[in-house]
């Protein structure tokens, strides 16, 4: 609790920029979408607000962590083939999802060392944690831990936006 | 062969003076050893027993070595997998003659000595169980390194804490990520079907553009406690935002955000943490 309290005097902490950078997504959506409540309309919006929410948790961590590193590459690479459609074929390049599966098992050695833990959930972990697939399990711990935190607080502010809008 | 060459050069260089101890020792490193510990221990033991012999400073010299030996830890990675010294019934011829001649040169070879003295107890300690082995040294580190993580994760993830063992304790912190995601999933999307009102939203935020002075003092005035920290938020300049191309895609106008920010921020403090605190 005296963390929270903290926060508003703290303009740098996590919660504080993401709290600024989802409601600034929101409201440059709010001036470009039409105020149409078709579903259509209403799924593009659910989308773009969950990719504002995720981008700007990561960009408030920064790029120290690897897990907001992976989101914010996604993102980009995701706009850079919005902007520029004739990238497609750029993407498809780029992108060598067995191939780097395959190096990151090579430079980590035996992958399949852990005996003592589920393998399976290791790689669920691995799917959820973004940009977990390359990580050794310490790594990927550390990460989640990290991950957790972020999306409580990504709960939190959200929950508390729609709060604050929906009274 | 190679063995067996080693063996000789070993029988000459004991029965030379008291330059030939390093170089007995070198080829003692070089052998090829197959014996088991207990052939080890064995050795040990017969050294231990003619090293009882010897006078009363010598033996005390000893066993500060033999104090010291756990320190060094390096070379205990080092020699872990190295060969260790010949039969016991040379061993023991060699110990005793080593030892006379010890007798006779322990002003001038004391360093030298402890030295080689440190080497052989390390082989033993280091065969005996594997446990020093700098492999599993690292095995055991890592495992450290997972059980302290493990130990945070359970500090952050309700009802893990009375889980026991790893695997389900993975169980609990996989479906914890997963339904936070999901409630990020269900936020947006209220927050999507909520359109409406949040194009009002937008509106009273182009208001607050207009007089945002006049609305900020009012919010200040609704949350007392706020008054200090909202100037605040308004002249910061985040430096990780220019770094970031998807965050500069967000960003939008800055001065009007401090005036629902800090009332967000509040709501989190005191709304929300109980409900977390639920879960």
Redesign the interface.
Known sequence: MKTEKNLPRNPSSIKTRFAVKFLQAMNKMNKRKNPSTSMAVKYKRYQFIRAAATSSMASAVGPRRAWSRAVLRKMRNHTAIHRFPMNNKTRTTRRFPITRRKRSSILRGNPRQEDDLGFGQEDDLRGLVPGGQGMDFCRLLSETAHYIKCLKTQVQVMTNVLHHYST | MAAFSSFQLLDSSVFLPNNAFSQFYQHETLQNFDHSTKNLSVTNKNSMDSSSILTDKFSTEKITQRAIFPMDKKRKFKEGSSANCAQSKDMREMKGKRQKKMKNCEENNNNNNSKEENKGYIHVRARRGQATDSHSLAERV?RE??SE??K??QG??PGCDKVTG??LM??E??N???S??N???F?????????????D??MD?EQFMVSPHQNLSSLASALP??Q??SP??TG?T?P??D?????N?????QP??PN??????????G???T??NKY
């Open positions: 890592r390194r997972i993580r493990m945070i994760l952050l993830v790893k695997a993975l169980d912190i996989i914890y990520v997963q936070l995601q409630q990020v999933e936020l947006s999307m209220k927050l999507a079907s909520l359109n409406p009102m949040f194009y939203f937008g935020l406690g706020m200090e920290c605040t938020t910061n985040y990780l935002l770094n970031n191309n998807s965050a895609s967000l960003l939008l106008q009007q955000i629902t920010l800090p009332r967000v921020i509040d709501m989190s403090c709304k929300w943490m409900k977390d």
